[in-house]
């Protein structure tokens, strides 16, 4: 079946998301507390909660979906997502992460993440320990930061994620921005950032950046303090 439901007064076998049902005697839902013990959507969560109908729980033990889905979720009459797993595919930011991690004691996980250097760092510091399993995991998430960063932040945002990290605008010597740059593009990319460059350069330093870091006329802020 999809969706194995356990209740503790019917006796049965499954209940699928379609509604069919496999059973050797008559079965009733509109009371019983359910358990749905595999991943859902909140679509499916629906239609699992028609039917207990007159009472009881839908209990879900995972959840995958958007961020306005989950959040729903969290205040749909007849659901739990109190101890659910919970997985977001869209973007979401520290705040998002916060208001997730409050309704579960669960895993939450990040497919992506968009927000400033301290804010990711923010959400990486509540990563699950196996002392505390509650908590929130970006580690395999694809992170955009939105503010400048240094080689070091680049390097640190780098440690968060097995996944893709974007820096939307970089700020360092020009020694470290050729650093930056160096990083393998498939880890970190600053293909499309903002570029300032903290020391003086001449013309020949500005043309190894251009041709570094394949910038475009708009998408490069290079210059010299």
Do not use: W
């Amino acid at each position: 079946p999809d969706n194995l439901i356990t209740t503790e007064e019917q006796n049965f076998d499954s209940v699928n998301v379609d509604n069919s049902l496999i059973s050797t005697r008559d079965v009733i839902l509109s009371d019983s507390d359910i358990t749905v013990t595999d991943v859902v959507n909140k679509s499916e969560a629906d239609i699992i909660n028609a039917y207990n109908d007159v009472s009881g729980t839908v209990t879900l033990t995972s959840v995958t979906d958007l961020l306005a889905n989950v959040n729903a979720l969290s205040t749909t009459d007849g659901i739990s997502i109190a101890t659910s797993d919970l997985k977001v595919t869209d973007t979401t930011t520290l705040s998002d992460a916060t208001t997730l991690n409050s309704y579960t004691s669960g895993e939450v996980t990040l497919d992506n993440v968009t927000d400033t250097f301290a804010n990711v760092q923010s959400i990486h510091d509540l990563t699950p320990t196996e002392e505390n399993p509650d908590g929130v995991d970006l580690t395999a998430a694809a992170i955009t930061i939105t503010d400048p960063v240094s080689l070091d932040q680049a390097n640190t945002a780098n440690s968060f994620s097995a996944g893709l990290i974007t820096l939307n605008s970089v700020k360092d010597s020009f020694d470290n921005l050729i650093a930056i740059d160096a990083i393998d593009s498939a880890q970190v990319t600053m293909a499309d950032a903002v570029v300032q460059v903290t020391d003086e350069v001449n013309l020949l330093k500005i043309n190894e950046l251009r041709s570094c870091l394949l910038y475009t006329s708009d998408a490069a802020d290079e210059r010299s303090s």
